[in-house]
């Protein structure tokens, strides 16, 4: 699976948009990326996934850019209950391989 | 609620004893993983199972054994615990390792070896 590179740590004021960027400058034709989240504490949460076109769920947007070596989460109006660490993962579609989690970056949404 | 749950919630233990963690999904999910995430770190994966009746180490399955007990029940066990095992432990499933639909992740078990 191809390696990512995510910011360590970023910060968003409560009820506007975050974006959190991920570069996957060696990703290959057939891998997804993925993106989950860990509030503290908790167990990570699957959020989304998106192979080449943009994808939107009712937790968030995800836009990957034409040549698929980066792409970006948006959370369109960040609460505090966003505050978390977001995983920026990438697997290949039916892979045997399961999900390997980096360091992530850890969002923290300012009041 | 459906989902993952996983017993203890916490425990202690001291060098050398063993103990088996539990784990069950109630969401008729085929495959099943053990991770481990250390403080400040990533999950790494210990073991999966794919389907009932088959199990695979994962980055990290030295000083642990699983077992697929039925579709529902992933065990974990550690054999004779020592402090590098310190960790908090978080069971998963998956409808198949084919599918390309999130991971459901229990709510971890916290465990320090003392």
């Known amino acids: 699976d191809a390696k990512t590179t995510q910011p360590t740590s970023m910060d968003c004021a409560e009820g506007r948009a975050a974006n959190l960027p991920c570069n996957h400058s060696?990703?290959?034709?057939?891998?997804?990326v993925y993106w989950y989240r860990q509030i503290h504490s908790q167990g990570p949460q699957y959020i989304i996934h998106g192979l080449k076109n943009n994808e939107t769920n009712e937790m968030a947007s995800l836009i990957i850019t034409e040549d698929r070596k980066s792409s970006t989460l948006i959370l369109p109006h960040a609460t505090l209950r966003d505050t978390a660490v977001y995983y920026c993962?990438?697997?290949?579609?039916?892979?045997?391989?399961?999900?390997?989690f980096g360091s992530g970056t850890q969002l923290t949404v300012l009041p | 609620n459906a989902g993952v749950t996983q017993t203890p919630k916490f425990q202690v233990l001291k060098t050398g004893q063993s103990m088996t963690l539990q784990c069950a999904q109630d969401?008729?999910?085929?495959?099943m993983y053990w991770y481990r995430q250390d403080p400040g770190m990533g999950l790494r994966l210990i073991y999966y199972s794919a389907s009932e009746g088959t199990t695979d180490k994962g980055e990290v399955p030295n000083g642990y054994n699983v077992s697929r007990l039925n579709k529902r029940e992933f065990s974990l066990r550690l054999e004779s615990a020592a402090p590098s095992q310190t960790s908090v432990y978080f069971c998963a499933s998956s409808p198949g390792q084919h599918t390309d639909y999130g991971y459901t992740f229990g709510s971890g078990t916290r465990l320090t070896v003392v």
């Open positions: 969401m008729n999910h085929n495959s």
């Open positions: 060696t990703i290959s034709g057939n891998e997804y």
């Open positions: 993962i990438v697997r290949v579609s039916g892979s045997a391989r399961q999900l390997t």
